[in-house]
């Protein structure tokens, strides 16, 4: 089993940036990509941005290069730079990782708060 801790979601003005942190702890030689989703009341999930094992990314449409997805090659470390935020852009964000064995919805950390308003 893959377990996942976020940290770094904060309040901030819009403009501003947040980093936030996952940490992977178990089988990780099991993950295939890491990545983070995002979420709002009585909103779907949405894709952030995922990292493969190969080194390839997917985005969401709406980062418009303001987000950058990075960690090691390892998968045991994933982070998410965020700048450039805006209002639209709060939502409880969940790191995510995929594994062999789960390779559709994968494996969920607890979420962490990020707020931007002024």
């Known amino acids: 089993q893959v377990q996942l801790v976020e940290s770094g979601g904060d309040s901030v003005q819009p403009g501003g940036s947040l980093r936030l942190s996952c940490v992977a702890s178990g089988t990780t030689l099991t993950v295939t990509a890491m990545g983070w989703y995002r979420q709002t009341p009585g909103k779907e999930r949405e894709l952030v941005a995922l990292?493969?094992?190969?080194?390839?990314?997917d985005l969401g449409t709406f980062v418009k290069g303001r987000f950058t997805v990075s960690g090691d090659a390892s998968m045991t470390r994933n982070y998410l730079q965020m700048d450039s935020l805006e209002p639209e852009d709060s939502a409880v964000y969940y790191c995510?990782?995929?594994?062999?064995?789960?390779?559709?919805?994968?494996?969920w950390g607890q979420g962490t708060q990020v707020s931007v308003s002024s």
């Open positions: 995510n990782a995929k594994t062999y064995s789960n390779a559709r919805d994968g494996i």
């Open positions: 990292r493969y094992r190969n080194g390839l990314t």
